[in-house]
């Protein structure tokens, strides 16, 4: 085990915060578990790790993340099976993305073995936490920012990585109505648009904001050459089953790969289901509505898990979808997904990690 090589200094809550939260009406990323993982990482070397309560911490207004924007995350879950085990849904492929978004944003990256065993004791500690409600998982934050104090543009010498927890329940609880983005862009060949950085996201809240007003919930994002092609959402990544197969847009530059989209893809072709990893027109997937070709269209995220939708909105105009039936592949994936998560069925693919 990860955790019996590794020392944490932990230093529990005099008094836990359980007693004040209502499982039962959880709103998505409002309320904290009682502790935190924190290591830093100063004189080239990750320093003595350590889980503390959950609370504020201090810096200088010369904090380098504030400034140039070095900061990443990562965003899992964990669930509680029914003989009360905690079970987290694929961690090794979220610390793997960590570290690919700190190689491109230049940060230091975290050894397994702190990742992993960090989670693990911190977990362990705040097992209460976890909900057992339908719907309901704690919901894991990773994140990782610059903490060197200088007003200088240069990679930072020092980090502060930290994993925080929050009982949540779903992110959306309907079908959702997506608008197709043509004027703003979230990214580019050669960025960034693959990692998880805060960058990223900040960029996003203008566009998302004007959609919401317009009556959407979120935004598709299209290529930033042409407005040509759709690429993901906001939250999530994009899937369309077309004319029977499963149809999304190849990972890169521009396309976060996500660990959700990825467990997708990978039940579809075990089912024996035509997977199709390719550019989706804009064009394709509106004719593809109106003549009934398309036959789903869903989000996939850790956040959101699987959301279909019931519209797509273009240039004025919403193109609707066929109602998600419980025999859709959409829901189909979702009772799958969730029945490994939760302890339901075999884990054969080595998904799920025991706390």
Same mark, same amino acid.
């Given at each position: 085990?990860?955790?019996?090589?590794?020392?944490?200094?932990?230093?529990?809550? #005099?008094?836990?915060?359980?007693?004040?939260?209502?499982?039962?009406?959880?709103?998505?990323?409002?309320?904290?578990?009682?502790?935190?993982?924190?290591?830093?990482?100063?004189?080239?070397?990750?320093?003595?790790?350590?889980?503390?309560?959950?609370?504020?911490?201090?810096?200088?207004?010369?904090?380098?993340?504030?400034?140039?924007?070095?900061?990443?995350?990562?965003?899992? +879950?964990?669930?509680?099976? /029914?003989?009360?085990?905690?079970?987290?849904?694929?961690?090794?492929?979220?610390?793997?993305?960590?570290? +690919?978004?700190?190689?491109?944003?230049?940060?230091?990256?975290?050894?397994? /073995?702190?990742?992993?065993?960090?989670?693990?004791?911190?977990?362990?500690?705040?097992?209460?936490?976890?909900?057992?409600?339908?719907?309901?998982?704690?919901?894991?934050?990773?994140?990782?920012?610059?903490?060197?104090?200088?007003? %200088?543009?240069?990679?930072?010498?020092?980090?502060?990585?930290?994993?925080?927890?929050?009982?949540?329940?779903?992110?959306?609880?309907?079908?959702? +109505?997506?608008?197709?983005?043509?004027?703003?862009?979230?990214?580019?060949?050669?960025?960034?648009?693959?990692?998880?950085?805060?960058?990223?996201?900040?960029?996003?809240?203008?566009?998302?904001?004007?959609?919401?007003?317009?009556?959407?919930?979120?935004?598709?994002?299209?290529?930033?050459?042409?407005?040509?092609?759709?690429?993901?959402?906001?939250?999530?990544?994009?899937?369309?089953?077309?004319?029977?197969?499963?149809?999304?847009?190849?990972?890169?530059?521009?396309?976060?790969?996500?660990?959700?989209?990825?467990?997708?893809?990978?039940?579809?072709?075990?089912?024996?289901?035509?997977?199709?990893?390719?550019?989706?027109?804009?064009?394709?997937?509106? /004719?593809?509505?109106?003549?009934?070709?398309?036959?789903?269209?869903? %989000?996939?995220?850790?956040? #959101?898990?699987?959301?279909?939708?019931?519209?797509?909105?273009?240039?004025?105009?919403?193109?609707?979808?066929?109602?998600?039936?419980?025999?859709?592949?959409?829901?189909?994936?979702?009772?799958?997904?969730?029945?490994?998560?939760?302890?339901?069925?075999?884990?054969?693919?080595?998904?799920?990690?025991?706390?």
């Amino acid at each position: 085990m990860l955790t019996e090589t590794l020392s944490i200094e932990t230093h529990p809550v #005099a008094q836990s915060r359980i007693e004040a939260v209502d499982f039962n009406n959880l709103q998505f990323g409002r309320t904290f578990a009682d502790h935190m993982f924190v290591v830093d990482y100063a004189d080239g070397e990750w320093q003595t790790p350590q889980i503390v309560p959950y609370g504020p911490m201090e810096f200088t207004p010369a904090l380098m993340a504030l400034h140039y924007g070095q900061a990443i995350f990562e965003g899992m +879950k964990a669930y509680k099976s /029914e003989n009360g085990d905690v079970l987290v849904f694929r961690p090794q492929k979220n610390w793997e993305r960590l570290n +690919k978004s700190a190689r491109r944003m230049c940060m230091a990256e975290l050894p397994e /073995e702190l990742f992993m065993g960090g989670l693990t004791e911190l977990l362990r500690l705040d097992a209460a936490w976890v909900p057992t409600q339908p719907g309901c998982s704690l919901y894991i934050r990773p994140f990782m920012f610059a903490t060197d104090e200088f007003v %200088g543009v240069a990679p930072s010498k020092t980090y502060k990585f930290l994993i925080i927890n929050s009982p949540v329940g779903a992110y959306y609880s309907k079908p959702v +109505k997506l608008k197709i983005e043509t004027k703003y862009v979230r990214a580019a060949k050669g960025g960034v648009g693959f990692s998880k950085n805060a960058g990223n996201y900040g960029g996003s809240l203008l566009p998302a904001k004007l959609a919401q007003e317009q009556g959407y919930d979120q935004i598709i994002w299209t290529d930033h050459k042409e407005h040509r092609y759709v690429e993901e959402a906001g939250t999530m990544n994009l899937l369309f089953v077309i004319d029977g197969k499963l149809v999304t847009a190849p990972t890169g530059d521009t396309i976060l790969d996500g660990v959700t989209r990825d467990s997708i893809l990978t039940v579809a072709r075990d089912w024996g289901m035509t997977v199709e990893e390719r550019p989706v027109a804009i064009d394709e997937l509106l /004719e593809g509505i109106r003549s009934g070709r398309v036959q789903e269209a869903f %989000g996939a995220g850790t956040a #959101a898990v699987v959301s279909p939708m019931y519209a797509i909105g273009y240039e004025g105009t919403d193109y609707h979808l066929p109602e998600i039936t419980e025999q859709s592949f959409a829901k189909r994936v979702y009772r799958e997904l969730d029945d490994i998560k939760l302890g339901r069925k075999p884990d054969t693919r080595g998904w799920v990690y025991k706390v």
